[in-house]
């Protein structure tokens, strides 16, 4: 990292401690990140502990500036943590999952308890699933935990998960440890239980509101956007490149007002003669249209950034494989001179105005501005791949393992163009042979000769 000249402003509001000026020492900023990683575990305590420690320190050399600091940041510690409730007298750490079911749905929540403090929560919505309580349990857990989202010592379920001791032996072995399940019938876990059923029986009162919600926005998109169709699923297109180079098309996917990420696509555009936005939205398109009809997975609403244009070209595309009638046009053109959103609509002369804080117009801005980002993070990984690229990169008979022992032992592309061929003979791995034949690429053919 380049060091900075002087602090910025986070330093002089005592926000930040200037690592990037070197105000710190390496060892106070390790030993600072360990504390907020044993907060954010919820072992809030052995950093109260350490800060109290440091504090009586302080005040017995007489330091009562630096003894006030640290006062201070346990009496701050103390107000953040607050509404943490104590779970138990223990210091275990536990994760309890609840479980409810309403009609075909289930709602899954998951407390984290970290010495005995309830850290969080966590909760998830199934709308569909397959198998019984202990089979969901079983492929939740699966799904759930992993190498880098170890278990923590105890869990607390409200079933046995079907075929419990394969669980209990993947546990143990992400954790590197013993983990024991229990099924609580009473006492202190079993409110513990209690708490996560009810935080699970929540999740179908929030999720009626999403629905409700939706439907009151997708009765407004109907309305003023003049639409046949239910707009549920809606994909949005954005074409964008860097510099005229290594144009993207960009598709995002909301279903009923939520993003599918899942349903997030990258098109590489083909057609390479020349930045024309119109013939690189054709093809996206034509592409996007193939596919969707093969796997049946059209929108009921196409959105496009952009003007007429691209709205045309559009109707070209879902005209020519007969689908006008079963997708939704709409292009929303980006505001200019204080003038608002446009949108436009196929067959409709002027655009639509709506008013800026309309919450149909703000979804559309929403699902718009989501496919910007979306590109905006492609672009940002192909330049970097540009960035790291050299003629090393496109020699033959040289990969990724050659390649680092070359730079390792000559230190930089520069040394290894002005090498001779004994001197790349004599990098481990690459041999008098590979040698000449890396001198010959690096220089054209040309050997030099040594003197």
């Known amino acids: 990292m380049t060091k900075r000249g002087r602090p910025c402003l986070n330093y002089q509001m005592k926000r930040c401690l200037a690592p990037c000026c070197d105000l710190i020492s390496r060892e106070e900023y390790q030993s600072m990140v360990h504390e907020v990683l044993l907060i954010l575990e919820g072992k809030s305590r052995q950093v109260v502990d350490r800060l109290q420690g440091k504090m009586r320190a302080a005040a017995e050399q007489l330091a009562f500036e630096e003894a006030a600091l640290y006062r201070d940041q346990i009496n701050g510690l103390g107000k953040t943590l607050e509404r943490q409730t104590v779970a138990a007298e223990h210091q275990l750490d536990q994760d309890i999952f609840g479980l409810a079911r309403k009609n075909a749905s289930v709602g899954i929540a998951l407390l984290f308890v970290r010495a005995g403090m309830v850290s969080g929560a966590q909760t998830f919505f199934i709308s569909d699933p397959i198998g019984e309580d202990d089979r969901i349990l079983r492929e939740t857990i699966f799904q759930y935990y992993s190498e880098q989202r170890q278990p923590p010592r105890e869990l607390l379920l409200p079933v046995m998960p079907k075929d419990g001791d394969l669980v209990l032996e993947r546990l143990c072995d992400l954790r590197l440890g013993a983990v024991d399940l229990h099924v609580p019938q009473r006492g202190k876990r079993m409110q513990l239980m209690q708490m996560a059923s009810d935080n699970a029986q929540q999740i179908f009162a929030e999720q009626s509101k999403k629905e409700k919600s939706w439907e009151t926005l997708a009765r407004s998109l109907e309305k003023f956007l003049k639409l046949r169709n239910r707009p549920d699923t ?95 046009l709409v292009s929303i053109a980006k505001e200019k001179q204080e003038e608002g959103e446009k949108l436009f609509r196929p067959g409709r002369k002027n655009p639509i105005l709506l008013p800026g804080h309309s919450p149909a117009l703000l979804y559309l801005m929403r699902v718009r501005d989501e496919s910007h980002r979306f590109g905006i993070t492609f672009h940002r990984k192909l330049r970097n791949k540009a960035t790291l690229h050299s003629r090393l990169d496109d020699l033959e008979g040289i990969g990724e393992k050659r390649k680092t022992l070359l730079l390792k032992k000559l230190g930089s592309y520069k040394r290894i163009m002005e090498a001779t061929v004994d001197e790349l003979a004599e990098v481990q791995g690459i041999g008098k042979k590979t040698a000449a034949s890396v001198y010959r690429q690096l220089h054209g053919g040309r050997e030099r000769e040594d003197f």
Not at 249 to 278: M, N, T
Not at 319 to 324: G, K, S, V, Y
């Open 234 to 328: 809606i994909e949005c297109l954005d074409i964008s490149n860097l510099a005229g180079k290594q144009p993207v098309g960009s598709l995002v996917c909301f279903v009923r007002g939520e993003k599918e990420a899942s349903r997030f696509r990258h098109y590489r555009i083909r057609q390479k003669d020349e930045s024309d936005d119109y013939a690189m939205m054709h093809e996206v398109l034509e592409r996007r249209m193939e596919t969707g009809l093969a796997k049946d997975n059209l929108p009921d609403i196409l959105l496009l950034d952009g003007g007429k244009g691209q709205l045309n070209i559009a109707v070209n595309i879902l005209a020519r494989f007969d689908l006008l009638n079963r997708i939704e």
